[in-house]
């Protein structure tokens, strides 16, 4: 019986792999060798009968597309009432073009600062841009504000910060790594992709 398992198993990983290059084999030819072989799909049948799992990869989640904002990591602060929790954003501009970067926050909220905007890099060049934002003294202990932050190059990232205020003073200061690179590969998911506008954008109707 174990023999009989190992055996279906066999074949299943066997199918799984040419399923895999189906793209080079063509429909037609993987269509012809289901035929030839009604043995593989018995296989199959005891697999899931036996309660043995049929994914055939690893993650089969299609990505964001590429014109989709770029997430980076999200960032958490600790500080006291008056005190600055900063980040700095290390920008590479990975490309073979002179590049324009900008940083901002879409979030309205006073006591933020930064040490530049915008910062020009050439060819794979880098540089830094520091953003620092002042806790009001009057704040409770255990209030959250969370920012988003945008940085705008080759390719648009975000980042969520969150600073949270506590009754005793941390390492503020984080560093964060913005890879601004252009996308060259054409990614088979891409054909996946197709407008579908929100509801508001719809002109809904009543």
Same mark, same amino acid.
């Given at each position: 019986m +174990?023999?009989n398992?190992?055996q279906?198993? /066999? +074949?299943?990983?066997?199918?799984?792999k040419?399923?895999e290059?189906?793209?080079?084999?063509?429909?037609?030819?993987?269509?012809s060798?289901m035929?030839s072989?009604?043995?593989? $799909?018995?296989?199959l049948?005891? $697999?899931?009968s036996?309660?043995?799992?049929? #994914?055939?990869?690893n #993650?089969?989640?299609?990505?964001?597309?590429?014109? !989709?904002p770029?997430? $980076?990591?999200d960032?958490i602060?600790?500080?006291?009432?008056?005190?600055?929790?900063?980040? =700095?954003?290390?920008?590479?501009?990975?490309? !073979? *073009?002179?590049r324009? &970067? /900008?940083?901002? /926050?879409?979030t309205?909220?006073s006591?933020?600062?930064? *040490?530049?905007?915008?910062?020009?890099?050439?060819? !794979?060049?880098?540089? @830094?841009?520091? &953003? *620092?934002?002042?806790?009001?003294?009057?704040?409770?202990?255990?209030?959250?504000? @969370? $920012?988003? !932050?945008?940085?705008?190059?080759?390719?648009?990232?975000?980042?969520?910060?969150?600073?949270?205020?506590?009754?005793?003073?941390?390492? /503020? =200061?984080? @560093?964060v790594?913005?890879?601004?690179?252009?996308d060259?590969?054409?990614h088979?998911?891409?054909?996946?992709?197709?407008?579908?506008?929100?509801?508001?954008?719809?002109?809904t109707?009543?």
């Amino acid at each position: 019986m +174990t023999n009989n398992n190992a055996q279906v198993t /066999t +074949t299943f990983h066997a199918l799984a792999k040419l399923i895999e290059q189906s793209a080079h084999l063509g429909v037609g030819a993987l269509e012809s060798l289901m035929g030839s072989y009604p043995q593989v $799909l018995q296989g199959l049948a005891k $697999l899931a009968s036996a309660g043995i799992p049929l #994914s055939i990869c690893n #993650s089969c989640e299609i990505p964001p597309p590429c014109w !989709m904002p770029k997430p $980076l990591c999200d960032v958490i602060s600790l500080g006291r009432p008056g005190d600055k929790a900063s980040l =700095c954003f290390v920008i590479t501009n990975c490309s !073979m *073009s002179v590049r324009k &970067v /900008t940083a901002f /926050t879409s979030t309205k909220i006073s006591g933020l600062s930064f *040490s530049a905007t915008e910062v020009d890099l050439g060819p !794979m060049e880098r540089g @830094e841009i520091d &953003v *620092s934002y002042l806790i009001p003294a009057g704040s409770p202990v255990g209030k959250r504000i @969370e $920012l988003l !932050m945008w940085v705008r190059g080759c390719r648009l990232h975000f980042l969520r910060w969150k600073i949270v205020v506590g009754g005793i003073g941390a390492n /503020t =200061c984080y @560093e964060v790594d913005v890879k601004d690179c252009p996308d060259l590969i054409h990614h088979w998911y891409d054909h996946f992709y197709c407008p579908r506008p929100c509801l508001e954008d719809r002109g809904t109707r009543g």
